[in-house]
């Protein structure tokens, strides 16, 4: 039995029917969901009708000023056609190689792809990442296109390095950071003999966290901002306000959650374990630290980054933790407001933060962390 039809029959999840051959359109993009380790189910996202606009369906970088209802149409249109990969072993190869050409790509790819009768079109919700149309289990995968291989990252795939050498090298030439995860989820970037398959959400934190590293040494020797700072963005509908501090590079994320019928507020408080923390805040203070880091890297000093998002809009949700991202590095183009007086600053903040500020910050040490503390007098600086 081939190594294809082993791993479907060591995991079959879904029914497979009578297949037929479909002509997709990947704009790039790609799919690794975990299925049972070692195996995983790993495919391409693609549409069914070719578009002019395809190239952007799996782009967030190219979204700027596009509505949500536009996004969210644009994934509706992307299914997850995937085939039952092993990880551990990066097998089979043929399946391996057509996927990795997909996230090497800079261009729309054309595949021809085995399945069976395909669902309509739904959009899910895919945790920590962009959602999209249905999974569909593919017997077959093949290019029928000449992509466009980027060969700046191809030779970097090469290197027989430690990945965050590579991730490092992939963003110091402006790949994007959606780009260079796919890259690492398909075992593309590290030493040739460690390489794997790993989720695509597993991929976006190995990425984010060698970026922030390195970007901490990179700032060791810059000065710290010269004085204090607040930046305003409404992104889709959710505010987000962020206040940048002199001080050493950190960043605290606070979210409220106001889309159901009960308020909730969680935060990351960085490097210290907080009560009001969960796992779906961290994805999201992850992805706002990514964009935090780039603002201090472009700035070249240092800064306390405190970031007060407010969610109101279920919608939002769906569009996971890129809402987060994208929301702070808009906040970060607009003009700054600057903080001086303490007193101007809690006026400030209590006519931006609905609720005040002491509901957001109330059993934390935000103000503490923000150089500001509460007494009977007013809140003064520290």
């Known amino acids: 039995m081939a190594i294809g039809q082993t791993l479907s029959a060591q995991l079959q999840l879904e029914p497979q029917e009578a297949g037929s051959n479909h002509t997709v359109f990947s704009p790039p993009g790609v799919a690794v969901e975990t299925a049972k380790y070692p195996i995983m189910w790993a495919g391409v996202l693609a549409s069914t009708q070719a578009s002019e606009w395809l190239s952007i369906y799996d782009h967030p970088i190219a979204w700027e000023g596009i509505q949500r209802e536009a996004i969210l149409a644009m994934r509706e249109h992307l299914y997850r056609f995937v085939v039952p990969i092993n990880a551990r072993e990066m097998m089979p ?15 729309p790819v054309t595949l021809n792809v085995e399945v ?26 093949k290019i029928v296109s000449d992509p466009e291989i980027s060969i700046v990252a191809e030779k970097i795939s090469q290197r027989d390095v430690p990945a965050s050498e590579s991730i490092w090298t992939l963003l110091d030439f402006e790949y994007t950071l959606d780009q260079v995860a796919k ?6 970037l590290g030493k040739l003999k460690r390489r794997r398959i790993i989720p ?17 040494a990179e700032l060791l020797d810059k000065p710290e901002s010269n004085d204090s700072k607040l930046y305003i963005s409404d992104f889709l509908g959710d505010s987000f306000v962020v206040v940048v501090n002199p001080g050493s590079p950190k960043v605290d994320y606070i979210h409220l959650n106001d ?16 009560a009001f923390s969960e796992p779906k805040t961290m994805v999201y203070a992850d992805h706002a630290r990514f964009a935090s880091y780039s603002y201090m890297l ?19 949700e769906v569009l996971g933790p890129w809402v987060t991202r994208a929301g702070v590095a808009d906040a970060f183009k607009k003009s700054s407001v600057h903080l001086g007086d303490p007193e101007v600053t809690k006026t400030i903040l209590d006519s931006l ?9 109330k059993d934390t040490r935000i103000l503490n962390r ?13």
């Open 370 to 382: 923000m150089n500001l503390e509460e007494t009977p007098y007013g809140l003064v600086l520290k």
């Open 200 to 216: 695509l959400r597993a991929a976006y934190k190995v990425v984010i966290d060698n970026f922030i590293d390195r970007a901490i």
């Open 93 to 107: 190869n043929d399946n391996v190689e057509v996927l990795q050409t997909v996230a090497l790509s800079v261009s």
């Open 353 to 361: 933060l609905a609720p005040n500020l002491e509901y957001w910050t």
């Open 183 to 188: 890259m690492t989820s398909l075992g593309l």
């Open 116 to 141: 069976g009768p395909l669902p309509p079109r739904t959009l899910q919700t895919i945790g920590g990442l962009l959602p999209s149309s249905p999974r569909i289990q593919a017997k077959s995968m």
């Open 259 to 274: 889309t159901d019928m009960i308020r909730k507020r969680t935060l990351s408080i960085d490097g210290e374990p907080s």
């Open 298 to 316: 472009e700035e070249k000093k240092n800064s306390h980054i405190t970031i007060f998002h407010h969610s109101r809009h279920k919608k939002n």
